[in-house]
């Protein structure tokens, strides 16, 4: 017992991200109280409402960051009828599980811990064992069960799970538990950089989206200020070293005043070899196949760059703002830039960069930056922003 409680607290204190990998698998394993309230058949017998400890065990796989799917093994114990018999409670089901609230998706939490609020719909059969074969009305083995949860995530590996359900007019529940994650297809490893001539971020405001920096890390180490080694002329072997002016360097990104051109960098940022953000722009590269979600494989090595910037910087945050055309409904252009925004949300993700970094907006196309009635302007206002956060 002594070891299993060590190993449940190494996970708990083990680092990492909160956000589940969307093909996860996990086991979880509670304990809680079973209201069961068995009812004979025979006229002139009351139920009694009984309390027992309940145990349940199961297995589940997270299909999405919306939901998951689970077969579990509830043992409920026993109820007494008024005959003096007892009946045992037992059930297997199948359940699914969707998520209605979870702070990762409105970076409400920092750090590790994510909470999530969710319902459940299972499907399962019930085994009541009944002394001397007493007949009870609520006969029917298979069930529907609905029920709502909560779930705790201390990091990618564990959390805590509590939640409640109802099976049949005879049986509810409610337990608590731990649960443990496992496998995924998240990227431990940093990214590799595009090649140079590769553009990542466009920065340029005109309606072709002409113009793009190329892929770099900022220049400078980020220290407060930076030496560079004083004019001189000719000097004999032999001589004093050349004297050093030490250059300012006030917003500490790394880049000297006399050639930073944006002079209130935000602290933990990228910047470009100007000072200015580097998160902050369009993201050339990206592209979608027209009308869908469906990310060309083009701009994987792109969003590859993007991850490993935020993965080298893990105090930055961004912002994603989705933008479409208008050739088709306002509602079905609020529906492919959210579908956008998952796909993408997603893919960092597995990428290794927490879910709480990301803010993502939709707008449809309501803010074109070209006229929608030729085929380049329509691949301009297809685009997807990067903003710092």
Same mark, same amino acid.
């Given at each position: 017992?002594?070891?299993l409680?060590?190993f ?5 204190l083990?680092?990492?991200?909160a956000?589940?990998f969307d ?12 209201f069961?309230? /068995?009812?004979?058949?025979?006229s002139?017998?009351?139920?009694? !409402? ?6 349940k ?9 919306e ?8 043992n ?12 045992t ?11 209605i609230?979870?702070?990762?998706d ?10 999530r609020?969710y319902?459940r719909?299972g ?7 009944? *002394? ?13 069960s609905?029920?709502?949860?909560? *779930? ?7 959390g ?8 049949d ?15 995924g297809t998240?990227?431990?490893?940093r ?15 005109d309606?072709?989206?002409a ?20 004019e ?16 300012a ?5 790394g880049v000297?005043?006399? !050639?930073?051109?944006?002079n ?6 990228p910047?470009q *070899?100007?000072?200015?953000s ?15 979600a469906?990310?060309? /494989?083009?701009s ?5 760059? !993007?991850?490993?910037l935020?993965?080298?910087?893990? *105090? ?6 989705a ?6 409904s ?7 830039t959210?579908?956008? !925004? ?18 993502l ?13 030729t085929?380049?302007?329509r ?11």
């Amino acid at each position: 017992m002594k070891k299993l409680c060590t190993f449940v607290a190494a996970l708990l204190l083990l680092p990492g991200s909160a956000s589940a990998f969307d093909d996860q698998w996990y086991l979880g394993l509670g304990g809680g109280v079973a209201f069961l309230s /068995p009812e004979p058949e025979a006229s002139g017998f009351d139920s009694l !409402l009984s309390e027992n400890a309940a145990v349940k065990v199961y297995i589940g796989r997270d299909i999405s960051r919306e939901s998951s799917v689970q077969l579990e093994y509830s043992n409920f114990g026993e109820a007494p009828i008024v005959t003096g018999q007892m009946v045992t409670y037992q059930a297997a089901e199948g359940a699914i599980i969707y998520r209605i609230f979870d702070t990762r998706d409105r970076a409400l939490t920092p750090g590790n811990l994510s909470f999530r609020l969710y319902g459940r719909f299972g499907l399962g059969f019930l085994q009541r064992d009944v *002394e001397q074969n007493i007949a009870l009305e609520n006969a029917s083995n298979v069930y529907f069960s609905p029920g709502f949860g909560a *779930e705790l995530l201390f990091n990618r590996w564990a959390g805590l799970r509590a939640e409640g359900s109802y099976l049949d007019l005879d049986v509810w529940q409610a337990n608590i538990g731990v649960v443990f994650r496992f496998g995924g297809t998240g990227a431990t490893a940093r990214p590799s950089t595009p090649p140079p001539s590769t553009p990542v971020f466009d920065t340029s405001t005109d309606e072709a989206g002409a113009g793009s920096i190329e892929s770099s890390t900022p220049a400078g180490d980020g220290n407060s200020a930076t030496t560079l080694p004083a004019e001189s002329g000719n000097q004999s072997q032999g001589a004093a070293e050349p004297q050093r002016t030490t250059v300012a360097d006030l917003d500490n990104d790394g880049v000297p005043d006399n !050639l930073d051109q944006c002079n209130d960098s935000r602290s933990g940022y990228p910047v470009q *070899e100007n000072g200015c953000s580097l998160l902050n722009g369009v993201l050339s590269g990206v592209r979608f196949a027209p009308g869908t979600a469906d990310l060309m /494989p083009s701009s994987f090595a792109q969003l590859n760059y !993007l991850a490993g910037l935020l993965m080298e910087y893990p *105090e930055a945050g961004i912002r994603l703002l989705a933008h479409t055309d208008t050739n088709r409904s306002a509602r079905d252009q609020a529906i492919l830039t959210r579908a956008r !925004l998952r796909t993408l949300g997603t893919y960092l993700v597995r990428r290794g960069v927490s879910a709480n970094r990301l803010v993502l907006r939709s707008f449809g196309g309501s803010k074109p930056v070209a006229a929608n009635d030729t085929a380049a302007g329509r691949a301009a206002n297809n685009r997807i922003e990067v903003l710092e956060r």
